[in-house]
Nanobody, 121 residues
């Protein structure tokens, strides 16, 4: 199995910054897309940002210009640098990776446990 360990959340004031990390481990054959979702109470789950194995990047319009996604393929790790945070960014953030454990089986989605990010004064 492949496990995703996410970390880096916490409480910050508006305008502050946080950096989230998510490392994949286990029987990894390949990893394609990696990304970050968030889910706030009363709202639908939202794809915040994603990055492909080749470096193609997507950002939700609500975070474009403030968040930066990156990955280190050698470490099987994806990062999310969050700057200029505002209260609307408050949510539980989940990392995600499309992984395969062998050349026989197709890709499946693996998820982190979730990180609480709270932006409040």
């Amino acid at each position: 199995q492949v496990q995703l360990v996410d970390s880096g959340g916490g409480l910050v004031q508006p305008g502050g910054s946080l950096r989230l990390s998510c490392a994949a481990s286990g029987s990894i054959f390949s990893i394609n897309d990696m990304g970050w979702y968030r889910h706030a109470p009363g709202k639908e789950r939202e794809l915040v940002a994603s990055i492909s194995s080749g470096g193609t990047i997507y950002y939700a319009i609500s975070v474009k210009g403030r968040f930066t996604i990156s990955r280190d393929n050698a470490k099987n790790t994806v990062y999310l640098q969050m700057d200029s945070l505002n209260p609307e960014d408050t949510a539980v953030y989940y990392c995600n990776a499309e992984v395969a454990t062998s050349h026989v089986h197709g890709l499946y989605a693996s998820w982190g446990h979730g990180i609480q990010v709270t932006v409040s004064s």
